[in-house]
């Protein structure tokens, strides 16, 4: 069944991430241009609430070193790292964002400010050497909180008691933060201006969630790799404001509409096969990556980027603003705990998602840039088809460097996924017909 909706909501989500896109990178070149604060931050546990407090223009530096791949220049901002001294094992997002400070902050999407004062979270090793990078280059003041990790492979932490003591944990850190942002910021604390961000975050988050599980239904309402990864850019961007909330807001009108017409994300291609993809898209060829699925009538109803990467937006909690900091503290430590167990405990995360979207296949996309989301992705691709009845796919490139990128080889492995695909329906189309 197809039909249509209105034409200016079809499509709408795309133009107003695009505008917001636009509008962020605008702000953090006339940021630059006037020697404004920024704060960088990165998308596992960005605690973008607290520092609009602040009034910190907030960076993400993962972002803009993705944004080079996507615009297909990384490759000169890589080699320029490399030519300094970083090896080429080195994740491909640091090595670009090291090129770029190089370069006084020259982005093709505008001029992106230095670092005020950095605030990451325990949740990827890289974060911590990183941002010693500016600590150097800059003397910025860096703040890692520490998040405990999930005690067991159920993903579950330690009993309630020791849920809260960690909990008490990541809000005491959160004290000291706040006393270093009102030094480097030079403002007050209002806490008023945190609740009213939380509220944002809160309403954005059910917008987020709503989306995610729109896909459950098939036709899935959009693809979780080409779409899916704007909206997650706004997710991270927008945290925290009014402009986020109503993105979300809108989008979910939107892909309600889409479903009650009857049409497909991405353009309202067919749907044969609907796929769950895990890792991080290849953003140097990222369309023509996208292009070699779509082809066969492979839709990304799942991925597990828009787990990991979310801040926790897909979990279903909401902070209570009666308590600013400690559902702050609770927020962060379990938005950082989903992305790690998302990470490091995936072939759970991933049966769930199977059963949850009806998938037919996962694709593994494990990338050289990134080891913290590879690691273990072959354990869980046995584990998941052991388990379950679908077909895998594991095909290996990059986020970001463009030089392990092979198109042809990607193509023939992804072409012979697919003939399984095909070939299994065949097959149980004639057995369940008697033949
Ligand atoms: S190693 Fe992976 S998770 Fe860590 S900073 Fe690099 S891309 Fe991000």
Request: glycine fraction near 10%; charged fraction near 25%; hydrophobic fraction near 40%.
């Amino acid at each position: 069944m197809t039909g249509t909706i209105a034409g200016e909501v079809q499509g709408r989500a795309v133009r107003n991430g695009r505008e917001l896109f636009d509008r962020w990178y605008a702000e953090l070149s006339d940021a630059h241009a006037a020697g404004e604060q920024a704060a960088y931050v990165f998308v596992m546990g960005s605690l973008a609430e607290l520092l609009r407090v602040f009034g910190l223009h907030i960076v993400f530096p993962e972002i803009n070193s993705l944004q080079l791949a996507v615009k297909k220049v990384a490759d000169a901002y890589l080699s320029e790292a490399e030519d300094h001294g970083f090896s080429p094992d080195v994740c491909g997002y640091v090595k670009a964002d090291y090129a770029l400070q190089m370069r006084g902050g020259e982005h093709p999407r505008g001029r992106i400010p230095p670092p005020a004062v950095a605030v990451l979270t325990s949740a990827c090793n890289t974060y911590i050497k990183w941002a010693e990078i500016w600590e150097r280059l800059y003397g910025t003041p860096v703040f890692t909180l520490d998040v405990p990790g999930s005690r067991s492979a159920n993903g579950v932490s330690a009993d309630a008691d020791g849920l809260e003591r960690d909990r008490r944990y990541v809000a005491h850190q959160l004290h000291e933060l706040i006393e270093l942002l009102e030094r480097v910021s030079g403002r007050r604390f209002d806490v008023d201006r945190l609740r009213e961000a939380m509220s944002w975050t809160n309403e954005m988050g059910r917008g987020y969630r709503r989306a995610l599980e729109l896909n459950a239904r098939a036709p899935s309402a959009f693809d979780a790799v080409l779409e899916g990864t704007m909206y997650l850019g706004v997710a991270n961007a927008l945290r925290g404001t009014a402009a986020g909330a109503r993105y979300f807001a809108e989008l979910v009108e939107e892909l309600e509409g889409r479903h009650a017409a009857g049409l497909t994300g991405a353009g309202g291609a067919e749907e044969k096969h609907r796929l769950i993809f895990v890792g991080v898209p290849c953003y140097p060829i990222f369309s023509r990556f996208h292009q070699m699925f779509t082809a066969w009538g492979g839709a990304f109803v799942g991925s597990s980027y828009l787990w990991f990467a979310s801040g926790g937006l897909d979990l279903d909690f909401e902070y209570d603003v009666g308590r600013p900091i400690e559902s702050l503290a609770d927020g962060v430590l379990r938005g950082v705990r989903r992305a790690t167990d998302a990470m490091l405990f995936h072939d759970r995360l991933l049966l769930e998602a199977i059963d949850r979207f009806g998938a037919d296949g996962v694709v593994y996309h494990p990338v050289k840039s990134c080891r913290t989301v590879s690691t273990g992705l072959a354990d869980s691709r046995r584990v998941v088809l052991e388990s379950r009845d679908v077909l895998a796919l594991y095909i290996e490139s990059d986020m970001m460097d463009r030089r392990v990128v092979s198109e042809a080889q990607l193509k023939n492995r992804i072409d012979a996924f697919f003939e399984g695909l095909e070939s299994r329906k065949l097959r149980r189309g004639a057995a369940a017909a008697g033949g």
